[in-house]
């Protein structure tokens, strides 16, 4: 049966609605994540999220998946792409990047990554790039630049780069690849919760070795509660919430539209790392809001909201 118009428009709307939300679901994995590697290893942090958020949807889907087997083992490859990018590399890495970096960091860099969807979709589609879009991205290039340099030009030609806040630039990029793969046409028979259990299941197994190898040879595992109560909010919050809103998002609205709410992480992650770690906001922050988010929305914001200003 056809969905009508109107619950076309209220899926739309809830969407929108879901998305305004999102970006704090998100911006708590980078608070959590901050607070948790002091006592964490940063594989083994992101495996005990995905597997037992995997293990916590299964139950959910498991009857939706009933009877595909055949389907799942022909995405096989795809999967393990997203779980690379989406679980492996914005997970793990992020966490070793949070031993050397700020979480107020972390959040304005990733920040960039919806004028980043833009280049992916322009290499690996075709997509046109504007004059405006152009200028978007110059603009938060040079606006994540300036947080890596710590506002300090010099630090570019020195090579005076903190390796966390290069790891988030990694991480940016590859979050940009994750958003474009989840519009796939090949994942769209699975639901948003379906797909998503998919891709921390197959997350969790790439990273299960490298977990190993933290517990077994450097005698690291969580023993403390206010590491699992860490754990517990990356699963809860972090994971389930936020990235079957973003996926939900991504899947009613497209990559590029859901992309614009990412706007707001620097609000909800700056303020939550000011709030409940204790960071300053200093002024090389405050030219890298300016010139990342005025790219961003430069690069992304729909003609027609720009032409009614």
């Known amino acids: 049966m056809e969905p009508t118009q109107a619950g076309k428009l209220s899926e739309r709307t809830t969407a929108l609605v879901v998305m305004a939300i999102m970006p704090l679901f998100f911006s708590s994995n980078i608070i959590f994540g901050r607070a948790a590697v002091e006592s964490v290893e940063p594989f083994t942090l992101a495996f005990l999220r995905w597997f037992l958020t995997a293990m916590i949807l299964y139950p959910i889907v498991r009857s939706e ?36 970096t700020s979480a107020t960091n972390g959040t304005l860099i990733y920040t960039s990554s919806p004028v980043l969807i833009i280049l992916i979709e322009f290499f690996a589609k075709g997509r046109k790039v504007r004059l405006r ?11 994540v630049v300036v947080i890596v340099a710590k506002g300090v030009m010099s630090n570019l030609t020195t090579m005076k ?12 990029i590859t979050w940009a690849i994750y958003s474009v793969g989840l519009k796939s046409e090949r994942f769209q028979h699975f639901s948003t919760l379906g797909l998503f259990f998919l891709i921390a299941a197959t997350g969790a197994l790439l990273l299960l070795p490298f977990a190993a190898f933290e517990i077994v040879y450097l005698n690291e595992f969580p023993t403390s509660t206010a590491a699992w109560g860490n754990i517990a ?3 809860a919050i972090a994971s389930l919430l936020a990235f079957s809103a973003f996926q939900f998002g991504v899947k009613v609205l497209g990559p590029s539209l859901a992309g614009i709410f990412l706007y707001l992480l620097p609000i909800y992650g700056v303020s939550l790392a000011i709030l409940f770690l204790g960071e300053t906001l200093a002024t090389y922050h405050v030219w890298g809001v300016i010139l990342v988010l005025g790219g961003v929305v430069l690069a992304t914001l729909p003609a027609k909201l720009m032409q009614r200003r």
């Open 161 to 172: 780069f903190n390796y966390g806040d290069i790891i988030f630039v990694v991480c940016a």
């Open 65 to 100: 998946l009933k009877g595909k087997q055949q389907s799942i083992i022909s995405l096989r490859w795809p999967l393990v792409v997203m779980g690379l990018c989406g679980m492996w590399v914005c997970g793990a890495l992020v966490y070793l990047a949070l031993k050397y």
């Open 133 to 143: 879009e152009g200028l978007g991205i110059t603009l938060a290039f040079v606006g």
């Open 233 to 235: 909010g990356i699963v």
